[in-house]
């Protein structure tokens, strides 16, 4: 058996809000806690000198239900044994009722501390959000340009014989190319000026231009 506590003493805390609540509310009243050292969290009476006080046993596990709690209230508020001059409020009731109400704000203060820095991160959230969606955005932008590009393409394909479309694009300046080296050599041997020779030529140094352009290409 522990020692009785009088209510201008500390209580040991209990770990359900409300049964703290109601502790706290039997120790304003004037009530005394007696400590256990077994499964029991402890023993609360309205009088330690009276045989048939009131008297309510509490749990720390298991059977510590709100229900008992409010039970627990219920019989304070009910108590018979209080004598009809006392009150329930007195100078160590008020400063347990302070330590209570000091206790309640603390854990309110650091639930409000929670909730700004989730707040915090929920527009973090949202700013990432908004930029992934830019990102988005963007990438299907660019992927309709790369399906319009490659339907382009496609079109482009359909005016070239469908043979040539099918070599590498490599081989197919290479190619062009030895045709050109054939025209040139054609074009030597003709040793008379004409202005379909001059045409030839032009459109051979034309070609060439276009192969040598070709050639630097990213093929």
Not at 15 to 37: I, N, P, V
Not at 44 to 64: H, K, M, N, Q, Y
Not at 129 to 138: F, G, I, K, N
């Amino acid at each position: 058996m522990g020692t009785w506590r009088g209510p201008a003493d500390r209580w040991p805390e209990h770990s359900k809000q409300w049964f703290q609540d109601a502790l706290a509310e039997a120790r304003s009243a004037g009530w005394h806690f007696l400590d256990f050292s077994s499964h029991s969290f402890g023993l609360v009476a309205c009088r330690v000198d009276l045989e048939d006080r009131c008297e309510f046993p509490i749990f720390s596990t298991g059977r510590a239900g709100e229900d008992a709690a409010q039970t627990l209230q219920k019989m304070v508020r009910r108590c018979p044994h209080r004598a009809p001059e006392a009150k329930p409020f007195g100078a160590a009731a008020h400063l347990g009722r302070a330590e209570d109400s000091l206790k309640k704000g603390q854990r309110l203060a650091s639930a409000a501390e929670v909730c700004l820095a989730a707040q915090d991160a929920s527009n973090h959230a949202q700013e990432l959000l908004e930029q992934a969606m830019e990102v988005v955005e963007h990438a299907q932008r660019n992927f309709d340009e790369a399906l319009e590009e490659e339907r382009a393409a496609s079109e482009l394909l359909k005016t070239v014989d469908p043979d040539l479309a099918a070599m590498p694009t490599v081989a197919v300046v290479e190619g062009a190319a030895e045709h050109h080296r054939d025209a040139t050599r054609s074009l030597r041997r003709v040793t008379k000026e004409s202005p379909r020779k001059r045409a030839v030529g032009k459109a051979l140094g034309e070609l060439r231009a276009q192969i040598e352009a070709l050639q630097r290409a990213d093929l």
